[in-house]
């Protein structure tokens, strides 16, 4: 997928003898963990694993109840539980967004698929072109000496079917589609990985949906909605999340950009910008201090929905007039 040149070679081989040479890595990821972090973290812990390596995954969210099917899911821990001797992260476009319990170690190795990210550690893995950081892992694993096997190749998957919404995204090409038949030549279940991380809903997050849904505004081109505390308390909704609503949003007639505003705990809000071809949503959220992907990109803001709301809506609305 990616040109070889000699520089990519050495890059490589570099990321290879990384690998080879650590007997305990430790593998991260961003922070309310998405399919493609879950799916990255095991696809690569289990490869490392069959490889006789004592490898450890931290998370300090935790894993995503719709994720725990996966062989492996149970290994992530919420804190650091052994000693390790490098430090890799997947899926995560900056540092301040890892999902750990303490100050953060240095990073030796940063594998992922972000436009925006920061290349924060001392090897740096990015090719934005590939809609998910799994679909990196499946193609180079094999290059960098590991296996996939069938629980990493299902992991994989679920990174790519999560990234792209089902294969739906205008990212997805021809070879991103034949790395995910490798996977299935592999073992990869795509019928059950499609839905228990993609379809299926809980009753709470249906609920979520209808409140959110009921509060829908749009204006021109631009639509957006809430999900607040309260509707997650009384819809007994346990996560943080959006109950991925915003991907929902992403399928509204003639809506170029849509916005979603989930409030959190901390004083925060959660901002999630979904849109189509004609704009570039991670660069409104790089002025947010946030990031993405040119489709799909979020920031977290601190205050309320009462001042983040108009604010992110008058600055949403000065962009797709090209003001920003
Ligand atoms: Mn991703």
Request: aromatic share 6%; charged share 25%; glycine share 6%.
């Amino acid at each position: 997928m990616t040109t070889r040149t000699t520089k990519t070679d050495q890059l490589h081989q570099k990321i290879s003898d990384l690998l080879s040479r650590s007997s305990k890595p430790l593998i991260l990821s961003h922070s309310r963990p998405d399919g493609d972090a879950i799916g990255s973290l095991i696809g690569l812990f289990l490869a490392l694993q069959k490889k006789g390596k004592k490898p450890q995954m931290v998370i300090i969210d935790g894993v995503p109840r719709k994720f725990k099917f996966l062989y492996g899911s149970d290994q992530i821990n919420r804190s650091i539980k052994d000693d390790f001797d490098l430090v890799i992260t997947v899926d995560c476009a900056d540092q301040k967004r890892v999902a750990y319990p303490t100050e953060l170690p240095d990073i030796q190795l940063n594998i992922d698929h972000h436009i925006t990210n920061e290349l924060y550690a001392e090897t740096n893995l990015v090719i934005p072109e590939q809609p998910a950081t799994t679909a990196i892992l499946a193609e180079y694993l094999p290059d960098w000496g590991f296996d996939v096997d069938k629980n990493s190749a299902n992991a994989l998957l679920m990174g790519m079917v999560t990234d792209t919404i089902g294969f739906r995204t205008s990212n997805v090409s021809p070879d991103f589609l034949r790395l995910a038949a490798d996977l299935m030549e592999k073992g990869a279940d795509l019928s059950s990985v499609y839905q228990e991380a993609l379809t299926s809903q809980s009753l709470p997050a249906s609920i979520v949906w209808g409140k959110a849904l009921s509060r829908i505004k749009s204006e021109g081109n631009l639509a957006w909605t809430t999900i607040t505390l309260e509707d997650r308390a009384a819809a007994s909704y346990l996560g943080n999340d959006d109950a991925d609503l915003t991907n929902h949003l992403s399928s509204l007639e003639n809506i170029d950009i849509e916005v979603l505003f989930n409030e959190q705990k901390d004083g925060k809000v959660k901002v999630s910008w979904r849109s189509n071809a004609k704009h570039d949503v991670s660069k409104l959220a790089m002025q947010f201090n946030g990031g993405g992907h040119p489709p799909a990109a979020g920031a977290e803001i601190i205050g309320d929905l009462e001042t983040v709301v108009p604010l992110v809506i008058g600055k949403t609305k000065f962009f797709m007039k090209g003001q920003i």
